[in-house]
Structure formats: C-alpha cells, structure tokens
C-alpha cells in the first residue's frame, strides 16, 4: 500500500524556519513530481511547491517565493520543505502529495493532478 507520511510540524515564532519531511513506502517516487500543499481553517487546499522527478525545476506560490524551498532525496524515496522566514499567514495544515505520471517535465501546481496524499502535519506560526 502506498503511504505518504509528513513529518516536522510544529510551532514555531514569526521569523523562524521549519523543515518538513516526507517519506514514502509502498513504491518508489523517483519518476514522480512531487509536491506540498496546505489548507489554512475556512480555507482550500492550495499550492505551495513542487519538484521535478530527477530534481532541479521547481514550480512555487507567489506567497512562499524567497522563503520556501522544495528538494527531494530520491535514494530515500524523501521530499522536503525548508521554510524559512515564516509568518502567522504561513499557519495551515501541511500536506505532501506525489503526482503518478512518470518524467513530467514541468512540475505541475494543480490538485487535481497529484493521485497520493499524505495525512498532513500542522504548522503554527505565532506572531
């Protein structure tokens, strides 16, 4: 079975960092855009970034550029987020998710193109 698994939520103050990991079982992503997302209380899911199968090309929003980055460690079948500088806005549930079509070339930003999710990890921001 295929799981996706986040882990390095937390609560952190304004102007902190946090590194997410995800972890995969099940099978190997290597050929996978690989991607985060976060869904805020009242809010939708929303695009956060994505990487390409062998790396290299990432795709992020608006609101993280500068202070988000996304990597992968395809030998540990493992997606990152390094997030730095965060804000109270940056306050949302996190979730990872992995795209089943092999060697996209562009990362794709849309939900409805990634097929497997993770259960999500909350990320606090106090200001």
């Known amino acids: 079975q295929v799981q996706l698994v986040e882990s390095g939520g937390g609560l952190v103050q304004a102007g902190g960092s946090l590194r997410l990991s995800c972890a995969a079982s099940?099978?190997?992503?290597?050929?996978?855009?690989m991607g985060w997302f976060r869904q805020a209380p009242g809010k939708g899911r929303q695009f956060v970034a994505a990487?390409?199968?062998?790396?290299?090309?990432?795709s992020y929003a608006d609101s993280v550029k500068g202070r988000f980055t996304i990597s992968r460690d395809n030998a540990k079948n493992t997606v990152y987020l390094q997030m730095n500088s965060l804000k109270p806005e940056d306050t949302a549930v996190y979730y990872c998710a992995a795209d089943d079509k092999s060697f996209r070339v562009v990362p794709t930003t849309h939900l409805y193109e990634y097929d497997y999710w993770g259960q999500g990890t909350q990320v606090t921001v106090s200001s």
């Open positions: 099940g099978r190997t992503f290597s050929s996978a855009t």
């Open positions: 990487i390409r199968w062998s790396g290299g090309k990432t």
